[in-house]
């Protein structure tokens, strides 16, 4: 696991949730684990800033919660993305492509 620090943008977590419960409902540490996982560990998620998103999130209307059963039979909060959810991470991963290819340009200026 590298050991450099990557801080994200702001606003980038939030769409980093929706990303991942696009994809399926999970609890807080299987969203954590999930975008670890899939950023080659170049992105860790601390609970310190994935629960404020996740309830800044809900009170947005874009996830909603439910308890249940982790794999490991233990009780945990699911999260899923909503259908005002899906429309506000199709509007924020356009915002970032526009974003990402503006520095892009900018960087490859000689």
Do not use: C
């Not at 601390?46 to 308890?67: D, F, K, M």
């Not at 909060?77 to 991470?89: D, E, I, N, S």
């Amino acid at each position: 696991m590298p050991n450099e620090r990557t801080d994200l943008l702001q606003g980038t977590l939030d769409m980093l949730i929706l990303k991942t419960l696009s994809l399926e409902p999970q609890h807080g540490w299987g969203i954590s684990q999930r975008i670890q996982q899939i950023s080659r560990d170049v992105l860790q998620v601390y609970q310190g800033s994935l629960y404020p998103a996740l309830h800044r999130l809900e009170l947005a209307g874009w996830i909603t919660s439910e308890w249940g059963a982790s794999d490991n039979n233990r009780r945990a909060k699911f999260y899923k993305l909503t259908a005002a959810g899906r429309r506000q991470l199709k509007e924020e991963r356009q915002n970032w492509e526009r974003l990402s290819d503006a520095i892009t340009r900018i960087l490859q200026t000689s």
